[in-house]
């Protein structure tokens, strides 16, 4: 590549339990352009409750989904979530960022349940401005076993990590730049994966909570093959709604109630402390958001209006992008990987 033109593209890699993503992003232009998308199934459980069971096959997957993409650089954005990666809006005496980075493992000590010499720290000042006598921390801490094992991960993809992000962060900022009018009012995001369910509640735009519910669109597909006799591709084509069954509505509603709990849960706190002010509205994202039926269920039982995420709604193509046609119907499951990859070099 010459001098001039020369391409500034960041690549966000998720390695979901379902599916591998990866999206390339050129930051060159006034605005980001997405350059490319890539997708692959994962084998089943090679991913098991954010764990990765077979390393070696999950490696091989990404290095095929690289190959696949054309995307030849080395150096990718990808992230961390889970129960073992903690975010806290937390509050401190006022300092220098360079003097809280001196202090923040003893203030984060009162605030992360898990042994302090085996977490990895960071944070952000939110008020930088502030003049008050406290100041107000976004603290991140995430087990190092976690952070260390991703990083393996990459390297025997033959990657690098060039930052480690968190997922509700990734998630965040996809959904600022996509849907501005959700940094408004109480909303939640929730993204509905295989395994997981992120609940990001926002106020005002600012991250106020997030919190993992144990549900996802595998436990529906699993539902299907032991309660209906489903082979799993039948499953699946009953889920996209290529195949009906009778009675799916009772899993889907099923799906809906496990959800609108957890949200629900995660508001609560918040509700009883703002009176008055409820969840505005839910912006939907992951695979769930594609399973047929599931965001009017959700609109349904929580008596809320739900937004399914176009993480494609403001951030363009690229008119010569060599795109899989499916990757529109795909859309809400790439609402992280963007995210991800809108990091600028
Ligand atoms: N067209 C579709 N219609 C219905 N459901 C779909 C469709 N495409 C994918 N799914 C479901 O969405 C799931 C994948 O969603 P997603 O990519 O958000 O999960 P993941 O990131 O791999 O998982 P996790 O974040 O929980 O580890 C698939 O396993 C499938 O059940
Ligand atoms: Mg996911």
Known sequence: MGLFGRKKSSVGLDIGSGFVKLIEVDHSGDQPEVTRVAIRPLMADAIVEGEVMDPGLVADTIRGLLEDSGIDGRAVVTAIGGHDVIVKKISMDRMTEEDA???????????????????????????????????????????????????????????????????????????????????????????????MTNVNILEEGVPILTRDIAFGTRRLREDLQREQGLAAEEADAVLAGRQSIDGLDRYVDGAADEVSVGVERAAAFLMAQQAGEGLGRVFLSGGGALVNGFPEALAERMGVEITVV???????????????????????????????????P
Request: hydrophobic share 45%; aromatic share 4%; glycine share 4%.
């Open 101 to 195: 980075r001196e202090v923040i493992r003893w203030e984060a000590e009162q605030h992360v349940p898990f042994d302090i010499q085996s977490v990895e720290l960071d944070f952000q000042i939110l008020d930088p401005q502030g003049t008050g006598s406290e100041m107000s921390v976004l603290l991140v801490a995430a087990k190092r076993d976690l952070v260390e094992s991703k990083l393996s991960l990459l390297r025997d993809s033959e990657l690098e990590a060039r930052v480690i992000d968190v997922d509700s962060f990734a998630l965040h900022n996809a959904l600022e730049r996509n849907h501005p009018e959700a940094m408004k009012g109480i909303v939640a995001l929730v993204n509905v994966g295989h395994e």
């Open 310 to 344: 176009n993480p494609f709604e403001r951030v363009p193509m690229s008119v010569d992008a060599p795109f899989e046609v499916d990757v529109l119907e795909t859309a809400p499951m790439l609402l992280l990987p963007l995210g991800l990859a809108l990091r600028s």
